[in-house]
């Protein structure tokens, strides 16, 4: 199975358990004994607005003798509806598709199939894409141009556990984290700003992953609102980020999620 298809072609995907001594044997964890333990196929569920694609993928995972694809859908609100319905092991997702973006329905699709693991299968490498994802409970995020034989490998390794971050995300999800801790290193010697009771209600309702548009039906108050009050929060603390607001005030004591 070394051809590709659609832009798929050629670059490693990436094990958040590399170097941990885990995969010595198998180089992706899943050997001949591990693959021969597991009774039923691994069951995946496609999500691609691009129907060739979809195609592409299900030919290439039916030379797979334990994945099966149970089905297909072409957007996010689809993809939601045919998780409830199949409870899929595994839920290949694409990130922008009309109607409804793959990183929007993996909150549903958690409600729906908690035990479904979903790995965004997409052209993105944009950061924001890239935490939103994780912060919406996906378990993997590759990039379309790995080889099309790396796929069933990533879908094997979420299926045991693993993480999978293609190398390029992975470096800069790491680049961002340590320039996150040297900032707030750079910040120690300096009193924490204080922050309204209403900013540390919007700060909490944040790091629980909840939208503006959520938080707002939470408090009562309108989107605009909530969304001032994650800027002032976000001058306050000298941050850019929602996600490193909420970093910097468990760092510094201001919330503790528990």
């Keep these: 199975m070394a051809e590709s298809f659609g ?10 358990n590399a170097g941990t001594g885990e995969d010595d044997e198998g180089g992706d964890g899943m050997g001949p004994d591990a693959v021969a333990s597991r009774k039923e196929p691994i069951r995946v569920l496609v999500v691609d607005d691009h129907a060739l694609f979809r195609r592409g993928l299900e030919i290439v995972l039916a030379a797979e003798e334990d994945i099966q694809v149970v089905g297909e859908a072409g957007d996010g609100a689809e993809a939601v509806d045919k998780a ?3 409870l899929p092991d595994i839920i290949l997702m694409d990130v922008r598709m009309p109607k409804r973006g793959g990183i929007e329905a993996c909150t549903s699709i958690k409600e729906v ?3 479904a693991k979903i790995i965004m299968l997409t052209i993105s490498d944009e950061e924001a894409d890239l935490y939103d994802a ?3 409970g996906a378990t993997g995020y590759l990039l379309k141009e790995i080889s099309t034989d790396e796929v069933a490998t990533a879908i094997r390794a979420v299926a045991d556990g693993q993480s999978q971050i293609s190398p390029s995300m992975a470096s800069k999800l790491l680049t961002e984290f340590k320039s996150m801790i040297q900032r707030t290193d750079e910040r120690r010697l300096v009193p924490a700003p204080r922050l309204t009771d209403r900013e540390l209600e919007v700060l909490k309702l944040v790091a629980t992953g909840m939208n503006n548009r959520d938080i707002a039906k939470e408090l009562y ?3 605009n609102t909530v969304k001032n009050h994650v800027r002032n929060i976000l001058e306050k603390l000298q941050l850019h980020s929602r996600m490193e607001a909420v970093v910097y005030a468990m760092r510094e004591k201001i919330l503790e999620i528990r």
Excluded: T, Y
């Design 84 to 86: 409830a319905d199949l």
């Design 134 to 136: 994780i912060k919406a």
């Design 113 to 115: 199939a908690p035990s």
């Design 7 to 16: 832009p798929l072609h050629g670059a490693p995907c990436h094990d958040a």
């Design 221 to 223: 108050i309108s989107e």
